[in-house]
């Protein structure tokens, strides 16, 4: 289990990641979080929407109210262009950033 | 299902209704709905599902920049009275309480047993039980000696046992004290654990009066029946020892318990008022029982009837719960 301390910088970029494709919700973001780091991180509830509220701010993202096939209202929120491009700047960050910290593990 | 919404309710009920608070938590609910929907379709119980949910909600304190809620935080953490308690503190407090409640019952049933010996020992020196012990008539000593012996040796085991209570609780002191600041969550989560261990104490403390009762009855029916055989008598009440030694173990392990999830939650015995009565007695509980320790030695040693002297206990004990209710009557509640 990862500390959230240790993986509070990248919240965003996981968040960015798991809609580039789509739009999503919530929970199922949470629960691709868990399912893609193999249970290693599981997002709390408070950080998740902590980073959906300040991303929406930022203009990265746009909620809107969808309705899923078994009927149920909940906010989905989809990438904006502005969002994609955030994504790729907090990419290449990480890549520097991985590669700079590599240099000190052995 | 409900007590995951009660839960977010008492997170939510002291912040402002906002728009963006509201939405806030209209959110984290269906986000917690979908989980808890999700861990029940894996199978997992209610109770299960719920302890997962909450325990994976994570920290409001965490949202309060974007609720424009954070003066609050710093306000209620800024307070001189009122300490501030980590989730991992709160649940090792629980857990070193756990301990001292065992260690504390294990104490005291070491003293009750090396009282039992004393009695039981100084009526067999005196042929209660098989007149060929006596020396020409007179009690045999060395029976004495060894329920005395076993006694300063059970008291020494309870010395150490009330001595490794203390180690580590040092940084819990502060409990004892202040008053406790929890976060939402926490309180809600230990509010719940009490709930929980409510039934279980009232269990212990019926139980353990019964049992109580049972050894006070029997004690009366064999000393009014035989009033002469006092071999009997004497046995009934180191019975009745035994029976008060079960019952501390259920009252202290209940109770301790009780009383550190009471603390957390500046409740019962721990609210403002009653603390400064609670630590009025917590002063004058040492001096107490070191009196009557050292009175039931000076008496049993001076006139060498071990096997009448005990009575010093259930007197001295009646008292203290006395003294503790007339103090505790006179402090001013303002509640």
């Not at chain 2, 509201?22 to 989980?35: F, I, N, P, V, W």
């Amino acid at each position: 289990m990862i500390s959230s301390d240790v993986i509070r910088g990248y919240t965003d970029i996981i968040i960015l990641y798991l809609l580039l494709d789509e739009p999503s919700y919530g929970y199922e973001i949470s629960r691709r979080i868990t399912d893609r780091s193999q249970g290693l991180y599981t997002m709390k509830e408070t950080t998740l929407y902590s980073a959906f509220n300040r991303l929406e701010k930022n203009g990265y993202l746009r909620s809107f109210a969808g309705t899923e096939t078994g009927g149920k209202t909940r906010t989905y929120y989809e990438l904006t262009p502005q969002g994609h491009t955030h994504y790729q700047l907090k990419k290449e960050e990480w890549m520097v950033t991985k590669k700079v910290v590599d240099q000190f593990i052995k | 299902m409900d007590a995951i919404f009660s839960y977010l309710d008492n997170m939510f009920a002291h912040l402002p209704k906002t728009e963006e608070v509201k939405r806030a938590k209209s959110e984290l609910g269906q986000m917690m709905e979908d989980k808890y929907n999700q861990l029940r379709a894996e199978g997992r119980s209610d109770n299960e599902a719920v302890g997962q949910v909450i325990s994976e909600f994570g920290n409001l304190s965490e949202l309060a920049a974007e609720l424009g809620i954070s003066n609050q935080y710093q306000q209620a953490s800024s307070d001189d009275n009122f300490v501030t308690v980590s989730d991992a503190e709160a649940e090792s407090f629980i857990e070193k309480t756990k301990k001292s409640a065992r260690l504390i019952a294990g104490g005291i049933t070491s003293v009750l047993f090396g009282v039992i010996s004393v009695i039981f020992f100084s009526g067999y020196a005196e042929g209660l039980f098989n007149p060929a012990v006596l020396l020409d008539g007179e009690p045999n000593k060395r029976f004495v000696a060894a329920g005395i012996a076993l006694l300063f040796i059970c008291v020494a085991f309870a010395v150490y046992l009330f001595v490794m209570v203390g180690i580590g609780s040092e940084k819990y002191e502060i409990f004892e004290k202040k008053m406790v600041k929890l976060e939402p969550h926490q309180k809600f989560v230990i509010q719940e654990a009490r709930e929980n261990h409510r039934p279980l104490l009232m269990r212990k403390i019926s139980l353990g009066v019964v049992l109580i009762l049972l050894g006070v009855a029997a004690l009366s029916v064999v000393s009014i029946l035989n009033e002469n055989n006092e071999a009997l008598i004497l046995s009934a009440v180191c019975g009745l020892l035994v029976v008060i030694a079960i019952s501390m173990w259920l009252f202290i392990s209940g109770s301790m318990l009780q009383s550190a999830y009471d603390k957390l939650l500046n409740e019962g015995d721990y609210t403002l008022e009653r603390r400064k009565s609670q630590s009025v007695m917590q002063r004058w509980a040492p001096p107490y029982w070191t009196l009557m320790v050292v009175g039931y030695l000076a008496w049993s040693f001076i006139t060498g009837a071990w096997h009448k002297t005990w009575i010093v206990w259930p007197i001295a004990g009646v008292l203290f719960g006395l003294i503790s209710a007339i103090v505790q009557a006179s402090t001013p509640n303002k509640e």
